[in-house]
């Protein structure tokens, strides 16, 4: 971690202690004004939240448990309550961990879906007609990708995926 | 702007998000158009060429969506393991 001293330094380096992280996303997940960062760890199988204290650090970070071998996190609110959620794709497990969100930095343990394809990339954005963000993951190993479609409420439906590829 | 492992923008400009997926194995890119309703039409392929098939090198590592040339229509662009930039202009037209 670097701050941006305003004249196109850096200062020192801050290290978080969360070795090898396979991603990483930032958000303020608990609404405190201060960005918070979130990093899954694929080696350890876990999720890590680390919440900024508002002076330029970061207090001990979380650990949630995840599937086997998470490459990828979103930050998002996946069933519209305000409240920011996360997203994990479990390569190795083939997953898709839903982490709801409880507004002070904390979140619940996931509901997992199977995402039908091993997923190394996790993006989320608008993919039907109703405005509830829906999941991406895709798989380099076969050049495949699946779609999970957020019934609204934050759980995940119907896995639409192209033929042929996807389903074996 | 960031580079993305993979773009996600309405290429086609029928008001639905697309996917633009570089591959491992065809040195190229995959398009796929959203209907949507969260399903895809099947891929159409872009190959960039380059290193010969097969080598790591040629390799699609990342893409960016943008619109580069102020048509209003999102580009792409497609970075690849050998150190070369592709900038394919969208024609709007989907081909």
Redesign the interface.
Known sequence: MLHNQGNLQFSSVLTLPIASPTDLAAADLNRDGYPDLVAVQGSGNLVYVVLNDGAGGFLSPVQYSTGDWPEAIAIVDMDADGQLDLVVGNYTSKTVGIYKGLGNGGFADPVVYDAGTKPLFLRVAQLNQDTAPDVVVVDRDNDSFSVLLNRGDGTLGRRCCLPDKLES | MSP???S?ADFDGDG??D?A?P????EGF?L?L?R?????T??QPYVTGGFPRGTSDSECAATVSADINGDNKPDLLVAKLDGTTLVYLNRGSCQ
């Open positions: 993305e492992d993979f996600i639905h998000l996917l997926i591959e491992q194995y065809s995959g796929y959203g949507g309703d969260g399903t895809f099947e891929r």
